[in-house]
Nanobody
Framework: QVHVVESGGGTVQAGGSLRLSCAAS????????MGWFRQAPGKEREFVAQ????????VIADSVKDRFTLSRDTAKKEAYLQMNSLKTEDTAVYYC????????????????WGQGTQVTVSS
């Protein structure tokens, strides 16, 4: 049983920063990847960033790559999405997902999702 939990959401003024955390437990961590997605009201869920646990290689969406970074703490088995210079359009529910090989698709098969954490950026 894999369990994924996000934390760190909240309300911040435009231009501010937040750090989201994602903790995954219940399964060996060999070869998995962790991703962040977000869904704003009335919009489809969109990819934000991902990190390959082994080696720490990251991919950040073009729309946020100048403002967001993704890192991990292997000892704590947590990943962190650092969001700087937040804009009102960053307001969304942010979801963390953990996917294990084979990566036959983008975070569908072999994937566990968290419940999401709300990020609200006020003007």
């Amino acid at each position: 049983q894999v369990h994924v939990v996000e934390s760190g959401g909240g309300t911040v003024q435009a231009g501010g920063s937040l750090r989201l955390s994602c903790a995954a437990s219940g399964r060996t961590f060999a070869g998995f990847r962790m991703g962040w997605f977000r869904q704003a009201p009335g919009k489809e869920r969109e990819f934000v960033a991902q990190i390959i646990w082994s080696g720490g290689r990251t991919v950040i969406a073009d729309s946020v790559k100048d403002r967001f970074t993704l890192s991990r703490d292997t000892a704590k088995k947590e990943a962190y999405l650092q969001m700087n210079s937040l804009k009102t359009e960053d307001t969304a529910v942010y979801y963390c997902a953990a996917q294990w090989p084979p990566f036959a698709d983008d975070f569908v098969s072999g994937t566990s999702w968290g419940q999401g954490t709300q990020v609200t950026v006020s003007s």
